[in-house]
């Protein structure tokens, strides 16, 4: 499975942006779905990630309340949208798919990851 995010950009504080990640193949109805960012100079983070069917969602601390992650299975898309945002979510982000249909938080856990997207939050 291929995945292509997009959506990134520049956006001042507080403003909001909506990432897609496109997979190439159908079967990625069957896959869970995550998102994960890597700011300059830290390791990659869990962000959120949504199980096989869009019933279950996982959100890191910090962001619950300001992401929201969805999927289209019809669309083989999977979303993240984020408002309230702040400097300190500047980053890389990366969508990533998971045979473990219930949306795990641990990278080990996924076995397709996208190319990434910029996302810088100015202040």
């Known amino acids: 499975v291929q995945l292509q995010a997009s959506g990134g950009g520049l956006v001042q504080a507080g403003g909001s942006l909506k990432l897609s990640c496109a997979a190439s193949?159908?079967?990625?109805?069957?896959?869970?779905m995550g998102w994960f960012r890597q700011a300059p100079g830290k390791e990659r983070e869990f962000v959120a990630a949504?199980?096989?069917?869009?019933?279950?969602?996982n959100y890191a601390d910090f962001v619950k309340g300001r992401f929201t992650i969805s999927k289209n299975n019809a669309k083989n898309t999977v979303y993240l949208q984020m408002n309230s945002l702040k400097p300190e979510d500047t980053a890389v982000y990366y969508c990533?798919?998971?045979?473990?249909?219930?949306?795990?938080?641990?990278?080990?856990?996924?076995?397709?990851w996208g190319q990434g997207t910029l996302v810088t939050v100015s202040s």
């Open positions: 990533a798919g998971s045979s473990e249909g219930w949306g795990p938080s641990s990278e080990s856990e996924y076995d397709y």
């Open positions: 193949r159908r079967s990625f109805s069957s896959y869970a």
């Open positions: 949504i199980s096989w069917n869009g019933g279950r969602t």
